[in-house]
C-alpha cells in the first residue's frame, strides 16, 4: 500500500432536494434525515479509512455542515455556480491550495453500506499517477473517483452516465468487490440492499425510527 494521504471531498445539496425518487415512500422530513444518516455513515467510515488524511463536504445546508463538523469532517461552501461537479472542483482546487499536489477522492453523499476495508482496498488497488473510478451496483454511475497523483486534476464529470463519460476521458474502471462502496442509494430497492449488505448505524437507527422495514432490525453490520 502506497503511504500517500488521501483528501476526500463529498457534495451534498439543500436537504429541501433530498431524494426526490423516494418521495412516493417518504415524506419530505424523513428523506432529509435519511440523506444526513447516510451522510453520516458514509463520512465515518471514510474517516476510519488510515490513508483517508481529511473529508470535505462541499454544501449550502447548515444541517449538513453542522453534522459534518461533529463527525470531524471539513465543510467547503458550495460556490456561486451549484453545479455537483463545479462544487467538487472549487473544494478539491482549495484543497490543494491549501495542502499542495495531494491526492483525492471523490465520494458519493449516500453510501451507507460502505465499509473501511472495501475504501482502503480500493486504495490499494487505484494506480499511480492515474484517475481512476469505481462504477456504481447499476452499471452506469459513479460511486467514487479517485486521482493518484497531485498533478492531475479532479476533473468530475458526475451525472448522468458518468462512468462512461470519466472512463472517455481517460480514467480507469477499477475492478474488486466493493459491495458497500458500489451502492449508491437513489431508490427503495437500493435501500433494502443497504440494509441487506449491513448499513451503518446512523442508517439502521433512522429506517427504524421511521419504520422502514422489519429488515432493518434483524440486519447486523459486520465490521472487520
Excluded at 483517508?52 to 471539513?74: F, Q
Excluded at 482496498?121 to 452506469?140: K, Q
Excluded at 431508490?187 to 419504520?211: C, N, Q
Aim: charged share 25%.
Amino acid at each position: 500500500m502506497r503511504p500517500h494521504a488521501v483528501h476526500a471531498v463529498i457534495a451534498v445539496k439543500s436537504l429541501d432536494q433530498a431524494k426526490s425518487r423516494l418521495a412516493d415512500r417518504l415524506r419530505p422530513e424523513h428523506r432529509a434525515r435519511l440523506v444526513l444518516a447516510m451522510l453520516a455513515d458514509t463520512v465515518t467510515a471514510a474517516l476510519a479509512v488510515p490513508r483517508v488524511r481529511s473529508v470535505t463536504v462541499v454544501t449550502p445546508d447548515p444541517a449538513v455542515s453542522a453534522l459534518v463538523r461533529a463527525l470531524g469532517a471539513e465543510v467547503h461552501p458550495e460556490p456561486r455556480i451549484s453545479d455537483l461537479n463545479a462544487a467538487l472542483g472549487d473544494a478539491a482546487a482549495a484543497l490543494r491550495d491549501r495542502h499542495g499536489p495531494i491526492e483525492l477522492l471523490a465520494l458519493q453523499a449516500d453510501l451507507p453500506a460502505l465499509r473501511p476495508e472495501e475504501l482502503a482496498d480500493m486504495l490499494a488497488a487505484a494506480p499511480v499517477g492515474r484517475r481512476s473510478i469505481v462504477v456504481d451496483h447499476a452499471g452506469t454511475g459513479t460511486a467514487a473517483l479517485y486521482i493518484g497523483g497531485g498533478a492531475i486534476a479532479l476533473d468530475p464529470r458526475f451525472g448522468p452516465d458518468s462512468a462512461r463519460a470519466h472512463i472517455a476521458a481517460g480514467a480507469i474502471d477499477l475492478i474488486g468487490d466493493w459491495p458497500g462502496l458500489r451502492l449508491d442509494v437513489d431508490t427503495a430497492a437500493d435501500l433494502d440492499r443497504a440494509v441487506e449488505l449491513g448499513a451503518g448505524d446512523s442508517t439502521r437507527a433512522l429506517l427504524r425510527d421511521i419504520g422502514w422495514s422489519g429488515r432493518v432490525h434483524e440486519a447486523v453490520r459486520r465490521v472487520c
